[in-house]
Structures are given as C-alpha cells and as structure tokens.
C-alpha cells in the first residue's frame, strides 16, 4: 500500500506543479523555486517528516525534499554549532546532490552541442 500512496504523493506534487505551469505565468524555474521553499517550510515545522513515514521514498522524489534536505540539515548542525551551523549544515545533506547535478551538467554539455 506504500508504492500507491507515494506513487500518488509524488503525482500530486507534478498535478500541482503542471497546474501552476498552465494557469500562470511563472516559468518552471519559478515554480522549482517555489516547491523547495513549500519543502524547506513544512520541515521548519516537522510535518515533511510525517509525510514522509506515511508515504515512503515517494516524498523524497520530488523536489520539495531537497527543500526539507536544505533544512533539516541546518537545524540538525545548528543544535550542534549554534548560528554559524545553520550555514554550514545547509549543505551536508545536499552536497552529494548538487555535486552529481554539476558533474553531469558539464558531461553532457560535453556530448551535446546546444542549439543556440
């Protein structure tokens, strides 16, 4: 029952984020940027990681868990180090992520020419 209800949770986050597209004017970027900040907001009041025990990996999919990523790591390093640890824990959960997403962008930037 787990595969349907994260199935159906990283769905919903795609119906959300396609009606967004179509009835507005926002760019995907936009929109990108709008669902890790809703990410990053439900993890500031413990209620991403509810979601998550409910639905499985399906709520670590889509891009609202690397808002939770960004601040769960801050909170768990600022209990640690204090002010200067949620600068520096914004990134421990994230760093393997956003390496992987520039090494790949430069390898295939590599292999294909872009059109313009």
Partial sequence: MIYLYSFL???FVCLVGQIILDNTKLTPGHIT???V???AALDSFSFYDKIITYVGGGAL???TSFGHS???GA?????EMGFMGLMMGMFDLTASGITA???FT???LLVFKPKN
């Avoid at 909170?75 to 209990?79: D, M, V, Y």
């Fill in 70 to 72: 960004l601040i769960h």
């Fill in 37 to 39: 900040v809703v990410g």
């Fill in 101 to 103: 997403a520039i090494l």
């Fill in 61 to 63: 999919v889509p891009i």
């Fill in 75 to 79: 909170l768990a390093k600022a209990e």
């Fill in 106 to 108: 430069f390898l295939l």
């Fill in 9 to 11: 949770f990283a769905g």
């Fill in 33 to 35: 940027s709008i669902f």
